[in-house]
């Protein structure tokens, strides 16, 4: 793992960052539309001073943190010390935020496009003119097709207000990747099944044995998370890992599964007929809180290990050894629930597997099991209810939508592309776009460039440039996650110290925004204002959104910063006390192994295992994961993450390669099923540590917008090859690893031996 951005060597480039050496020389880019940053000379600094408050965003986690200050420059970040989350520690991306902060190829302007989508030309505008656009262009769409001819695509803490807004002016077209390309499955399968979303709350520090399905801490990397996975095998869990590639989890198993890519759901239910046929599994937690054991037991019993071991490619021994080492220690098993669950287009079942086995082990509320906690109550910001018209079009993309009866919330963004293109059932033809990169998130990236082109009218906030940006008409940038108020982080820690604690943060800025950059509730309310909602704007600005999100748990941004940021009570240990019940939020109030509703809507009520496509002669599956200093795209650009992790290498099988005749550290790039080519190119890491079926590579790389000078053109877009979808019934999402690739190496293809 290239994990090597030791503190030494972030110290020496902080203090780099602090003389500005690098900025000093930065000249002007088409898409920043800047002249110099200005430069402090070295030895100007008087003293340092810490400012506490802040809250990371490099990934979705976020970490408490806090910034150390000189002359109102940020020279250095450090895990706040009052956090019981992830205490002093950040990871390499949390460290590198200052890069974020200070790069020169940053938004800095409004700007206007005034070349073409996707190949613009940028005008730097005023805030007047910008706004004015948007507002007339925006409504202009309203007026024209009423206000389900926007779409919003959105990601992150400062959309909430933005997306609030476009709730109240009735826009019903609204897309999140965080759960249609991520935790979607994950949460509407558990919910089913449970009642509840455990998302990553898994006791794994007081697991007596830990089992992972191609989860993989270590590369997935969310701080407090890992901790807790570290301890757990520090306090001697056993762990399996289940994953067709020798993962950074996978090098600290005890037994490390090397399954057939897509046969997950197989194992699961191969482990569930093992342990219902010797009754080994937890009876007493089955008979007083399960729904459908003999169904499930009948369903299964197909899954003999002989038949397991067959489709899955494993050793049967190997199937038995893990049932046994999971009853051995149930209930204290981690059986991990997964996050980023978009894999074959079948994963919905696959996950309501892992919360059937869940149920079995009773691996539920107690030590080392999935647990259900308590955080404190904090309030929203609304904007006025406003009730429009019921809109007959309307409820025709809402019919197309039932077809997913589990979908998450949100409009499922294929739906919404197609849509875009076909204007069916209505057209949409403005896009709000808020820091999300679709062009890298949502597979077949023509269909979402078509989408784009169709348009009348995108307006784009981010931070920085990205592929997504080169789409923007007007293009408005944001000041980042350092440098603004906006979210409410809060939580419980039970298994780090002697007694539970919860807390609450709130984001602060540590420095002011340089430039022109602004903040979403400014950017909204000035929107607001120009398309005649002056009077609804729920709060002035941005320190009164977050107090008002305060107040309902007693708290004010003043009251946070008197207490370094974060407040911290006595929390609740969320083990089941003697005598206590578990409660399971399903329509039967237990846990449904059989899911009524599931078969209400004509999907299998039962756990239920579909093959997934075989790779054609000569191409392997390519899968995708995480790189340990990346968050997906969003990094690409940083200077010191790129310097260590600066491509996503190939990972390639070493028969496979000798039979090729490709060695360790060539230079190659994919070409899919369809005949689709990488734009760009990698190095190939040969190792026996990944089956012959399959090829890995990073999710996040070969980014196309030249104005990123770092990240541009590095690595290989894995999304660029996912131009085949299969789209799940019960939720609308795609699966992305049913591409296949084979491998170019100076200009000439070359087939992959199965
Ligand atoms: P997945 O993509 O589900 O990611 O992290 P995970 O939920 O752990 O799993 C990747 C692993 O699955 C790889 O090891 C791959 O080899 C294995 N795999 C591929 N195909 C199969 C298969 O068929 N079966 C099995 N068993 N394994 C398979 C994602 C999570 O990471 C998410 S959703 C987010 S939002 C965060 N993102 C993120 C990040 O961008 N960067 C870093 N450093 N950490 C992150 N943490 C989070
Ligand atoms: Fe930031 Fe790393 Fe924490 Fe994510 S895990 S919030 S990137 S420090």
Not at 176 to 197: D, I, K, N, S, W
Not at 326 to 333: G, T
Not at 667 to 693: H, Y
Request: proline residues 6%; aromatic residues 8%; hydrophobic residues 35%.
């Amino acid at each position: 793992m290239a994990m090597n951005l030791t503190r030494r060597n972030l110290l020496k480039t902080a203090s780099l960052a602090a003389a500005s050496v690098p900025l000093s020389k930065v000249v002007a880019k088409a898409e920043t539309g800047i002249a110099k940053v200005p430069l402090i000379p070295p030895g100007s600094f008087k003293k340092t001073k810490t400012v506490t408050g802040g809250v990371c965003e490099m990934c979705f986690w976020r970490c408490q943190l806090v910034g150390k200050v000189r002359d109102n420059r940020l020279i250095k970040l450090e895990g706040n010390p009052k956090s019981i989350d992830n205490g002093l520690n950040l990871c390499a991306r949390g460290n590198s935020g200052i890069k974020l902060v200070y790069d020169p190829d940053r938004l800095k302007y409004p700007m206007k496009n005034i070349g073409k989508r996707g190949a613009p030309k940028w005008k730097k505008i005023s805030w007047e003119e910008a706004l004015d656009t948007c507002a007339a262009k925006l409504q202009a769409t309203i007026d024209k097709y009423g206000p389900k001819g926007i779409g919003v695509w959105y990601h992150g803490a400062s959309a909430h207000y933005p997306t609030a807004y476009f709730e109240y002016l009735g826009v019903p077209n609204m897309y999140e990747p965080a759960f249609y390309q991520c935790r979607g499955q994950t949460a509407m399968a558990m919910m089913q099944t449970l009642g509840f979303v455990p998302n990553e709350d898994v006791d794994m520090a007081n697991s007596k044995a830990m089992l992972l399905v191609g989860c993989h801490l270590g590369e997935n990397i969310h701080l407090s998370h890992v901790k807790n996975f570290l301890k757990g095998l520090e306090n001697g869990s056993k762990l399996v890992v289940v994953d067709p590639r020798f993962s950074a989890s996978a090098a600290k198993a005890h037994i490390w599964v090397k399954i057939k890519p897509g046969t997950d759901t197989a194992f699961l239910l191969g482990l569930m007929n093992y342990m219902l046929g010797k009754g080994c599994y937890n009876k007493s937690f089955v008979d007083k809180h399960c729904l459908g054991l003999n169904k499930l037991k009948t369903h299964v019993a197909e899954w003999s290990i002989e038949k397991t071991a067959k489709e899955c490619d494993i050793p049967g021994k190997q199937i038995v050894e893990v049932a046994e080492l999971l009853c051995e220690h149930a209930p204290h098993v981690a059986v991990h629930p997964g996050r980023h669950a978009a894999w074959y287009g079948n994963d919905f079942q696959r996950v309501r597997a892992n919360a059937c086995l869940t149920a079995l082990l009773g691996a539920i509320d107690c030590p080392g099991g999935i647990v259900q906690i308590k955080r404190m109550s904090t309030g929203h910001v609304h904007w006025p209810k406003v009730e429009h018209e019921e809109d007959p079009e309307d409820m025709a993309l809402a019919e197309m939508e039932e077809k997913y009866p589990f979908r998450p919330p949100g409009t499922p963004p294929e739906l919404m592309r197609e849509t875009m293109v076909t204007g069916k059932p209505y057209p949409i033809k403005s896009m709000v776009i808020w820091g999300t990169n679709s062009i890298k998130t949502m597979p077949n990236q023509e269909e979402t460039m078509k989408a784009l082109a169709n348009m009348d009218f995108i307006m784009v906030t981010d931070v920085s440039p990205t592929d997504i940006t080169m789409w923007a008409d007007i293009l408005l940038p944001e000041a980042c996650y350092l440098e603004r108020y906006d979210h409410i982080e809060k939580g419980t820690q039970w298994n780090q110290s002697d007694k539970p604690q919860q807390f609450v943060a709130a984001r602060m800025p540590l420095v002011e925004p340089m430039f022109e950059r602004k903040d979403s509730v400014w950017m909204i309310n000035e929107l607001a204002r120009r398309m005649g909602h002056e009077k609804d704007i729920p709060v002035k600005n941005q320190e009164e959104f977050v107090d008002h999100m305060l107040k309902e748990a007693d708290l004010s941004i003043a009251k946070l910063r008197k207490l370094d940021g974060i407040y911290i009570q006595e929390g609740e240990s969320p083990y089941l006390k003697k005598g206590d019940e578990p409660e399971f939020g399903t329509d039967s109030g237990k846990i449904e192994l059989y899911s009524e509703a599931m078969d209400d809507e004509d999907f299998p009520p039962l756990p239920t295992y579909t093959r997934t496509e075989e790779p054609p002669k000569g191409y392997a599956r390519m899968i995708y994961g995480r790189s340990p200093v990346h968050t997906f795209n969003r990094t690409a650009n940083n200077a010191w993450l790129s310097r260590e992790v600066p491509e996503n290498p190939l990972w390639l099988n070493d028969e496979s390669a000798k039979k090729m005749g490709i060695k360790d550290g060539d230079r190659v790039s994919l070409e899919n099923q369809a005949g689709k080519r990488s734009a760009g190119s990698t190095v190939v890491k040969v190792t026996p540590g990944i089956r012959k079926d399959c090829v890995f590579i990073a999710h996040g790389f070969g980014t196309f917008n030249p104005a990123m000078t770092v990240g541009y053109n590095k690595g290989i877009d894995d999304n660029s090859l996912n131009t085949k979808i299969n789209r799940e019934g019960e939720t609308g999402i795609s699966g992305m690893r049913i591409n296949f690739v084979r491998i170019i190496k100076n200009g000439k293809t070359i087939n992959i031996p199965g």
